[in-house]
């Protein structure tokens, strides 16, 4: 059996590792970040547990508080677009973990799934948006405009309604991010 020529099999790996970065970047999620990704796969994992695993480097190491501060500002990065969140409150060892959001996006990677995962959708943030709108609205005619009552009365009923809902769907995503 003949071997491929170099250049054929640096070609293939090139064209696979563009299509896998491809995907990388439209998850939204650096290299660092999809190796912290890949760790909590796992389970549960602290920083410093993190550190050791992608970086191996140990306490004590001349480069681990380097290391250290490196994965915690991407934890940071991950946490504040609802990617991972921790559940312990207090102290400096909280261990992460990921949340659905987040293995929405991973699975997005391997093209499991292909529509875009959003942490709010649009129709939320259109309701949002409306809700926002109507109390504005009601704040103008009470304080500038004298009509009345029925104008009033009929948009605070539709302020409240859309208030709720609004509420009710803002709930729902927080449990979906965390």
Do not use: W
Request: net charge positive; glycine share 6%.
């Amino acid at each position: 059996m003949k071997d491929k020529p170099l250049a054929e099999v640096l070609s293939e790996l090139r064209s696979r590792l563009t299509k896998d970065m491809d995907l990388l970047a439209k998850s939204q999620l650096n290299l660092v970040q999809a190796s912290i990704a890949q760790e909590l796969l796992s389970g549960r994992r602290t920083v410093a547990e993190l550190t050791e695993a992608i970086h191996t480097t140990r306490p004590g190491d001349p480069d681990y508080t380097t290391q250290y501060s490196k994965i915690r500002r991407e934890i940071r990065e991950m946490e504040s677009r609802g990617l991972v969140v921790s559940q312990g409150l207090f102290g400096r060892d909280k261990p992460y973990r990921l949340t659905q959001l987040a293995v929405s996006r991973l699975t997005e990677i391997q093209a499991i799934r292909t529509t875009e995962t959003r942490a709010i959708p649009r129709i939320d943030t259109a309701l949002y948006l409306s809700v926002m709108i109507l109390g504005l609205l009601l704040v103008g005619i009470v304080l500038y405009m004298e009509t009345g009552p029925m104008p009033f009365l009929a948009l605070a009923f539709t302020f409240a309604f859309g208030g709720g809902a609004a509420f009710c769907r803002f709930i729902e995503t927080l449990r979906r991010i965390t």
